[in-house]
Protein backbone atom coordinates (compact mmCIF):
# COMPACT_ATOMS: atom_id res chain seq x y z
CA UNK A 1 0.00 0.00 0.00
CA UNK A 2 2.83 2.49 0.59
CA UNK A 3 4.24 1.63 -2.61
CA UNK A 4 1.40 2.58 -4.88
CA UNK A 5 0.91 5.84 -1.99
CA UNK A 6 3.96 6.78 -3.16
CA UNK A 7 3.54 6.30 -6.60
CA UNK A 8 0.78 8.15 -6.62
CA UNK A 9 1.65 11.26 -4.93
CA UNK A 10 4.93 12.00 -6.96
CA UNK A 11 4.35 14.35 -10.08
CA UNK A 12 4.57 12.77 -13.14
CA UNK A 13 7.62 15.72 -13.87
CA UNK A 14 9.68 12.62 -11.42
CA UNK A 15 9.51 10.50 -14.39
CA UNK A 16 11.23 11.81 -17.42
CA UNK A 17 14.27 10.15 -16.44
CA UNK A 18 17.41 11.79 -17.91
CA UNK A 19 17.75 10.11 -21.61
CA UNK A 20 14.08 9.34 -22.19
CA UNK A 21 12.31 10.85 -25.52
CA UNK A 22 9.54 12.91 -25.27
CA UNK A 23 6.77 12.26 -27.95
CA UNK A 24 3.39 13.90 -28.52
CA UNK A 25 0.27 13.06 -30.12
CA UNK A 26 -0.93 14.22 -33.18
CA UNK A 27 -2.19 17.59 -32.01
CA UNK A 28 0.58 18.59 -30.43
CA UNK A 29 -1.52 18.81 -26.48
CA UNK A 30 -0.67 15.91 -24.83
CA UNK A 31 2.99 13.87 -24.15
CA UNK A 32 4.55 10.76 -22.52
CA UNK A 33 7.99 10.14 -22.09
CA UNK A 34 9.76 7.15 -23.23
CA UNK A 35 12.67 5.25 -22.42
CA UNK A 36 15.60 5.71 -24.46
CA UNK A 37 16.14 1.98 -25.89
CA UNK A 38 11.79 2.40 -26.93
CA UNK A 39 11.60 3.43 -30.79
CA UNK A 40 9.20 6.68 -31.55
CA UNK A 41 7.08 5.82 -34.79
CA UNK A 42 6.48 8.07 -37.85
CA UNK A 43 2.60 7.97 -36.78
CA UNK A 44 2.62 10.98 -34.11
CA UNK A 45 1.63 9.53 -30.63
CA UNK A 46 3.17 6.12 -30.94
CA UNK A 47 6.79 4.58 -30.05
CA UNK A 48 7.86 0.97 -29.61
CA UNK A 49 9.41 -1.06 -26.75
CA UNK A 50 11.87 -3.32 -27.90
CA UNK A 51 9.91 -5.92 -28.20
CA UNK A 52 7.99 -4.17 -30.59
CA UNK A 53 4.75 -3.66 -28.69
CA UNK A 54 3.15 -0.35 -28.68
CA UNK A 55 2.32 2.55 -26.52
CA UNK A 56 0.57 5.49 -27.31
CA UNK A 57 -0.68 8.99 -26.30
CA UNK A 58 -3.54 10.78 -27.56
CA UNK A 59 -5.65 13.52 -26.56
CA UNK A 60 -9.16 13.01 -25.64
CA UNK A 61 -12.45 14.15 -26.73
CA UNK A 62 -13.72 15.39 -23.68
CA UNK A 63 -12.33 16.72 -20.30
CA UNK A 64 -11.54 14.78 -17.59
CA UNK A 65 -12.96 12.97 -14.76
CA UNK A 66 -12.30 10.60 -12.60
CA UNK A 67 -14.26 7.16 -13.62
CA UNK A 68 -16.97 6.22 -11.88
CA UNK A 69 -17.43 2.89 -9.51
CA UNK A 70 -19.95 1.44 -12.44
CA UNK A 71 -17.38 2.19 -15.49
CA UNK A 72 -14.44 0.83 -13.57
CA UNK A 73 -15.84 -2.56 -12.91
CA UNK A 74 -16.78 -3.28 -16.51
CA UNK A 75 -13.22 -2.46 -17.48
CA UNK A 76 -11.11 -5.56 -17.44
CA UNK A 77 -8.31 -4.11 -14.70
CA UNK A 78 -6.31 -5.93 -12.98
CA UNK A 79 -4.63 -3.25 -10.51
CA UNK A 80 -5.68 0.21 -9.93
CA UNK A 81 -3.38 2.49 -8.82
CA UNK A 82 -5.59 5.61 -9.04
CA UNK A 83 -8.66 6.98 -9.89
CA UNK A 84 -8.59 10.59 -8.45
CA UNK A 85 -8.90 13.69 -10.02
CA UNK A 86 -5.28 14.46 -11.18
CA UNK A 87 -5.47 10.95 -12.79
CA UNK A 88 -6.96 7.50 -13.32
CA UNK A 89 -4.45 4.84 -13.85
CA UNK A 90 -4.82 1.06 -14.13
CA UNK A 91 -3.12 -1.80 -15.70
CA UNK A 92 -5.47 -4.30 -17.28
CA UNK A 93 -5.22 -8.50 -16.81
CA UNK A 94 -3.42 -10.20 -19.21
CA UNK A 95 -5.42 -10.51 -22.44
CA UNK A 96 -5.38 -14.00 -23.72
CA UNK A 97 -3.38 -13.04 -27.08
CA UNK A 98 -0.72 -13.83 -29.12
CA UNK A 99 1.94 -12.73 -27.74
CA UNK A 100 -0.76 -11.92 -24.23
CA UNK A 101 -0.35 -8.66 -23.41
CA UNK A 102 -1.14 -6.32 -20.78
CA UNK A 103 -1.91 -2.48 -20.87
CA UNK A 104 -0.79 0.29 -18.83
CA UNK A 105 -3.77 2.94 -19.10
CA UNK A 106 -3.55 6.29 -17.75
CA UNK A 107 -5.77 9.45 -18.20
CA UNK A 108 -4.52 13.00 -16.80
CA UNK A 109 -6.61 16.53 -17.11
CA UNK A 110 -5.03 17.94 -20.32
CA UNK A 111 -5.32 21.74 -21.52
CA UNK A 112 -9.40 21.41 -21.96
CA UNK A 113 -9.62 17.56 -23.20
CA UNK A 114 -7.94 14.94 -21.11
CA UNK A 115 -4.29 13.05 -22.17
CA UNK A 116 -4.94 9.64 -22.67
CA UNK A 117 -1.96 6.50 -22.59
CA UNK A 118 -1.71 2.98 -23.32
CA UNK A 119 1.55 0.98 -22.86
CA UNK A 120 1.18 -2.36 -24.27
CA UNK A 121 3.69 -4.87 -22.81
CA UNK A 122 4.05 -8.53 -21.95
CA UNK A 123 3.21 -9.13 -18.36
CA UNK A 124 6.30 -8.64 -16.53
CA UNK A 125 8.08 -7.12 -18.88
CA UNK A 126 9.59 -3.84 -18.42
CA UNK A 127 6.62 -3.29 -15.36
CA UNK A 128 9.00 -0.43 -14.15
CA UNK A 129 9.81 1.33 -17.22
CA UNK A 130 5.71 0.93 -17.97
CA UNK A 131 4.64 2.61 -14.86
CA UNK A 132 7.49 5.46 -15.40
CA UNK A 133 6.29 6.09 -18.89
CA UNK A 134 2.86 5.29 -18.01
CA UNK A 135 2.89 8.48 -14.80
CA UNK A 136 4.63 10.98 -17.49
CA UNK A 137 1.77 11.90 -19.34
CA UNK A 138 1.23 15.01 -19.30
CA UNK A 139 -0.38 18.36 -21.17
CA UNK A 140 2.19 19.82 -23.12
CA UNK A 141 3.63 22.43 -21.40
Known amino acids: MKCVLALILLSPALFAQPGWKTIKDRTGACQISVPPNWTPLSMPGYANSPDHTATRILVGISPFRPFSDTTLKMLNIGTLFENSAQRSFWVTNPNGGSPSLVTYHVETP ?23 TAMSVSPVR
Do not use: I, M, S, T
Not at 116 to 132: C, G, N, R, S, T
Open 110 to 132: GKGNRCVAEVALPPQHYVDEAKK
